[in-house]
Structure formats: C-alpha cells, structure tokens
C-alpha cells in the first residue's frame, strides 16, 4: 500500500509541474517584443450600422474564443458618430495574425460587411508598457 501511495504521489507531484512548467511556458511566449498590435479606424455606412455590429461582434468572439494567439479583438465605435468603429486587435505574433485572416469567421466578416465599410484603415502600433499588457487583461477577471 506504501508503494502505491508513493507512486500516485509522485505522478501527482510531476503532473503538477509539468502543468506549471506549461504555463510559464504559455506566458512567455506572449511577449510584447513578438506582439503584433494594431487598431483599425473603419467607418461604417450609416444604413448597415446595425447589422455591421451584428456580425462584428460575432467575429470577434469567435476570434478571441477559439484562437489561442488572438489576445484582443476589441471593436468600440465613437460616442459622437457611432459609424466610426475602431478596434483594438493584439495578436501573439505576426504567425496568429496570418493564422487569423485564414479563418473561417474572419472570412465571413470580410465578405458579409464589404459592402458596408465606407472606409478602413489599419495603423500598426507598438506597445510602450507591454509588461503592464497582462495585469490589464487579468483586471478583467476579477
């Protein structure tokens, strides 16, 4: 019985740090020197508004939801003119950016809003803090 009890209690003991060596793993992988970061200013023909918003919001659910190295797709629009939409998109690198322009909910939001974008233009940025990026993203948790 002592012999069973050791073994399961090292299996135990080593899944746990395999679990955690994985997770150290996954959070430096997302670094801000490999983040591909950019905001999108789209504006939005005023008779589709609504149903831009629609499928805007599905995608970017679907986005955040189902790949790994999509961090943020976070689409506001301006209180003032609300057909002028602005998101925020973070990715883990240049790869997942690609890797998302491949999917099939990316695919359905480009063919199903092209004619309702009036504009679009695609600024990439840079983190100044991008230490700080995770404590932001944890915040939303709590």
């Known amino acids: 019985m002592g012999i069973k009890r050791s073994v399961y209690l090292i299996l135990l003991i080593s899944m746990v740090c395999l679990s955690c060596g994985q997770k150290q793993q996954n959070q430096n992988s997302f670094t801000s020197d490999n ?17 831009y918003i629609v499928i805007l919001k599905e995608e970017a659910e679907a986005s955040v939801r189902l790949e790994p190295g999509v961090i943020s797709i976070y689409p506001m629009f301006h209180k003032e003119n609300p057909n002028q939409v602005r998101i925020l998109e973070i990715y883990a690198d240049e790869e997942a950016y690609k890797t998302h322009l491949q999917t099939p909910h990316f695919k359905h939001y480009k063919t199903e809003t092209a004619n309702m974008v009036k504009s679009l233009k695609l600024i990439d940025m840079s983190a100044i803090d991008g230490q700080t990026m995770p404590q932001i993203f944890k915040k939303l948790d709590q």
């Open 35 to 51: 983040m591909m970061i950019r905001i999108a200013e789209i504006e939005i023909e005023p008779n589709y508004l609504d149903e």
